[in-house]
């Protein structure tokens, strides 16, 4: 004799209340997604920029001679805002940009969304590192990111030679300039 069981399943019912319930998870957990990869950006942007700095400052060192960092568009001259790249070179003829027979340390993308500027005292559009490994002129990188502020950063780089990163002082969760006044968009 055989015995005949019932077979046990998902019913149409529990199918489509287990995807709703998934649907829901999902709607929830994409603004925490989208908003930790914008916060992964902005700290390998701010990392990369800190890794090129000191790079530039031990090959002038290291290698006894004058080198310059800057921001690059789509040319070979330095730029003050909106640069797609960033650059170390040996400026033999001290005219901020990329001559062929100059020496490129290093050319490195970068990826983000927003502004980033390079501010660098007497209007310069790139900070030169000394043989000794100070600077012939301070300056910060700042990026500033729109969308989320708290994201935004700014990597400073004293007369000595040393590199700051700006801290958020008054806990807003947006970091400051010099001044103190919050990185503004």
């Known amino acids: 004799m055989m015995q005949h069981c019932k077979s046990r399943g998902f019913t149409l019912l529990d199918l489509l209340i287990a995807l709703a319930i998934l649907s829901l998870l999902i709607n929830l957990a994409t603004p925490n997604l989208t908003s930790s990869l914008e916060k992964s950006k902005s700290k390998s942007l701010t990392v990369n920029i800190r890794s090129a700095i000191a790079l530039a400052r031990t090959k002038a060192i290291t290698t006894e001679q004058t080198v310059s960092i800057c921001g690059l568009q789509n040319n070979n001259e330095c730029t003050k805002n909106q640069f797609t790249q960033i650059a170390i070179f040996v400026d033999k003829n001290k005219n901020g940009r990329i ?87």
């Open 99 to 185: 001559d062929e027979a100059e020496n490129v340390l290093l050319l490195n993308d970068l990826q983000y969304t927003g502004q980033i500027t390079l501010g660098a005292s007497l209007g310069r559009k790139y900070i030169r590192f000394k043989k000794d490994g100070s600077a012939q002129q301070a300056g910060s990188f700042t990026y500033c990111n729109p969308n989320h502020p708290t994201y935004s950063s700014r990597v400073t780089i004293s007369m000595m030679g040393r590199l700051y990163t700006a801290k958020d002082l008054d806990n807003d969760g947006i970091v400051e300039n010099s001044d103190g006044s919050p990185i503004s968009c």
